[in-house]
């Protein structure tokens, strides 16, 4: 990246911010990423439940708390623009399409980082109240959440380009999330004929929810961290080509 | 016109056809990506302790498994519901997949949760095979609940399976998985010799718990009886006590030692005497101490007490008497290099004596354990009473060794003598004689801390019995075991203030407190002053313009 590019992608990412905070997504996005996952995590099951010191149990559910707010973030990232006509006013604009969705992306990306720094009292607070966290494990749990984030940042930013309807945008986002993130459970859950057991080995592989089930214990493997930035880059370039299509339709 | 729309159709056919192309070229590019990551795998274990990880010898014992290996790994539905018993299957569950991870596909794991009222056949079948049940309570709410938990593996490999009953902690559950793994396929080749020469004990009788324990360890333990021969599949053996052993039993341990064999032998000095009126310890005699000061060991006919480190006796509930006489070896007095005591806090002795060993062998020979600098001895009459103690009566300005190890050449006791004639006129020695060899010895001088009665009263701990599977490890030179074996609890617990109290109630509510309602509070003052900032920046900017 040249330093044009660059400045290119800041410029982006500064407006996209703006857009976040000046207006109720960001906030009601980081309130209810606070409230509504932190009243299931202590109120039904958790932390106080186990006696333990760990925040597993609110990362296990992350998976499914993502599926709702990230297509709910996301949506208007190119189906608003399309909606309200800005989209080709952005692209006459001297900036290429990378320079565009890279600062889109990074925006979504520091709200999703802000909502979960701002779950760090949890751990924080019961490290010096009530019992001592294992500090590399919730380092590698916030890792995989910001890499889990970013994969479905990736997903949702190519549907809303698909689409011009935010409504559209979020359900099909939903949907589409949902069936990434519950194969995983699928194959654990459903019995396999043991012929048909390579297909349990795909719905894992495939499965969004079951590359963080590492991370989620403290433990960062290849395998995952591959899977979240190649899914991302994929879905990047799908966005890409999308975009590139429009200039042409 | 027509021209320009031909141009532009035929471009986004062409665009069509480079994004489907290049879109199909990134999905197999990251196909191989994750197949290359499969072979250059890599992974960092975060977690204090590296909880989820399966230690090096672990990972070398799994790459050895060249057949199709199956855990299996059971638990009822109580255990789940169980709040201490949920996190022990989360954890058993974790560390079998990292056994199949490392396994290069040769272990397939099968874990499964059976209901207690619908899959009742499959438990009972189960139960059939071994794996039992254990009482498992919960207190919550002020009611105790009790169920029955069922949490155990089996393992199959090549036909054979082998069981883990009941698996109900995490402690040493890496250790317990790893030597039935060693025991299926036939990894863990140490065949073991047990001796038996203190009094008239027996290993049915009065050591048939340390005989369960090497059995459960081992692939094969052999009793053997006086004279008789030494099996020669064994390479390893155990000799407790010195004074019931002949010379024909004598000449055969010196020569399976010269012979490669190796030997843990346990005894003390003196024989301990009880009667009605007086407790005592008296001087004990055997061949086996003429042969080990032979090789340079002198295990000294003395009682040792240390006023330092001793094990306090219990009189009543209220009171405990100091017994000096049962000395703990503990900190700097425990050699932290040798694997077989390095990782040992503390171990407890019951009536011991001290141990010398010669300069000639000084250069091959460590010294395990040792008691404090004011120990002391006693030589004559050794009272053994506790009132004789209740006072400190000696002063002591000494420190002994109580174990040692030695690794290297001997000179046979027996070169150039005759072969002692065996009272057992039926069985004659067979194996070749040599004059010297290599070999393992490890010696204790104690040879009660074994026996049922001793074990039985828990006097004796888990790390006592390490000791004894440690020596034979280190004396088969199978180490990989020992460094698991004291793997320790994993799971941080709530513990800074006591649960169900006032004060932790009240902390818990500042933990939701702040990160539920303050946190979501904070963030809406914060949109609310950025906006605020953002409106009168604003009409700042609207009033100059206008002016």
Redesign the interface.
Known sequence: MDKRSFFNTLAVYKKEIQNY??S?IG?VF??LF??IP??LF?FFGG????????MRMYFAMLPIIYIIFIPGLTMGTWSKEKNDGTLELLFTLPLNRYEILIGKFLSTLTIVFIALI??L??PL??HF?????????L??QYIGALLMASCYIAISFFISSLTKELIVSFLLSTSILALFTFIGYLAYSVKFFTQLEWIKGILT?ISLSTHFL?FS???????DL??YI??S??FF??NI?VL??KR?? | MKNNDKKIDKIKSYKMETWLISSLFIAIMIIIIFVITKFFYFRFDLTKGNKFSISKPTVELVKKINNKLIIKYYYNDNCREHVGMSKVVQYINDLLKEYKNYSKGYVEIISEELSTQRDREKLDELESKGLSYKSLSEASAGEARLSQGMSGIIINYEGKESVIPQIFTDVGFEYLIDKEIKKIINDNNANIGLILAYGNKSFENEYSYLKQILESEYSKTTIINSGENIPTDINVIMVIGAEQLTDYDVFKIDQFLMNGGKAFFTTSGINILYNQYSQIALPKDGKLFDLLNHYGITINKNLIGDNESYRAVPRSILEESRYPIWPIITGENINKTNPIVKNFKNLGFFWVSSIDIDEKIKNNTEILLKTTNKAWEKKDRMELGLDNYKYPIEQGDKQFNIACAFKGSLESYYKGKEIPKNENENIKYELGRKDSGNTQLVVISNDMFFENSILDSRLVTQSEINLLINSFDWLTEDLSLIQIRDKKKFLNELDKVKPNTKQFDTRKNIVIAVSTYIMPFLIIAAAILINLLRYSRRKKILEEYKK
Do not use: C
């Open positions: 905070f000046y109720p906030y980081i309130v606070l409230f932190n009243i202590f932390i106080f439940k186990e006696n333990n010191a760990t701002a779950t009292p949890i607070i019961t109240l009530l019992g001592s966290f294992d500090i590399g494990q380092i590698s592989e590492n214990k403290g433990v960062i493997d290849s395998i591959v899977y190649g899914m880059i994929l370039y799908l080509r590139e299509s042409w339709s």
